[in-house]
Nanobody, 123 residues
């Protein structure tokens, strides 16, 4: 059974930090992405990392968020610093199964999704 399980969300004040985790099981993923969504809006790309360790970020989080992976634990992390209200949303991790050097920012490129974890940043 393929599973992606996020954890680490919560309530944090503006300027604070959180670290999200995504534990993968059931198959090999060659890329892992983080997306977020707020009510009434489309799912938005946040960051992604591929099998070679290359990564990419949305402009809105560049310099504040860091995506990393632990292959031994089959886990991907999203370290989020200097959080602000615009970072509030449900954060989803997604798994891509194509081995490629391209790091996709489109949600449609990822075939497997976690259930999401809520991040709320209060002012």
């Amino acid at each position: 059974q393929v599973q992606l399980v996020e954890s680490g969300g919560g309530l944090v004040q503006t300027g604070g930090s959180l670290r999200l985790s995504c534990a993968a099981s059931g198959r090999t993923f060659y890329a892992m992405g983080w997306f977020r969504q707020t009510p009434g809006k489309e799912r938005e790309f946040v960051a992604a990392i591929n099998w070679s360790g290359a990564n990419t970020y949305a402009d809105s989080v560049k310099g504040r968020f860091t995506v990393s992976g632990d292959n031994a634990k089959n886990t991907v992390y999203l370290q989020m610093n200097s959080l602000n209200a615009a970072d509030t949303g449900v954060y989803y991790c997604a798994g891509g199964v194509v081995r490629t050097t391209i790091i996709y920012r489109s949600a449609g490129a990822y075939g497997f999704w976690g259930q999401g974890t809520q991040v709320t940043v209060s002012s």
